[in-house]
């Protein structure tokens, strides 16, 4: 398992833009896939964007495709998620979470260790 400490959360406008980052603190980053949830009140868990270990592949939420990039920098042991014409229903805490395998999923269980998460909040 890895460490992992996300940052970046803050409200901003809808239309706006904002940018969550999250370093991992642990061996061999490039082996871990990493992805980002949400959890909105009272919902469950989603997911939003994977990456692979290499950096590349990656998929998205239909809900974010297009607006949202996940990138990762292998150097720095870091995961970015730069979203763009941001939306109130994008509200929600946000988490960082690493795979112990190169290899991507959506699903949540896949993942082994996550970040306490970010609190974004989008006003109309």
């Known amino acids: 398992q890895v460490q992992l400490v996300e940052s970046g959360g803050g409200l901003v406008q809808a239309g706006g833009s904002l940018r969550l980052s999250c370093v991992a603190y642990?061996?061999?980053?490039?082996?871990?896939?990493m992805g980002w949830f949400r959890q909105a009140p009272g919902k469950e868990r989603e997911f939003v964007a994977g990456?692979?270990?290499?950096?590349?592949?990656?998929f998205y939420a239909d809900s974010v495709k297009g607006r949202f990039t996940i990138s990762r920098d292998n150097a720095k042991n870091t995961v970015n998620l730069q979203m763009n014409s941001l939306k109130p229903e994008d509200t929600a805490v946000y988490f960082c979470?690493?795979?112990?395998?190169?290899?991507?999923?959506?699903?949540?269980?896949?993942?082994?260790?996550w970040g306490q998460g970010t609190q974004l909040t989008v006003s109309s």
């Open positions: 990456i692979s270990g290499s950096g590349g592949l990656t």
């Open positions: 642990g061996r061999t980053f490039s082996s871990y896939a």
């Open positions: 979470a690493a795979r112990s395998t190169p290899a991507l999923t959506r699903r949540s269980s896949g993942y082994d260790s």
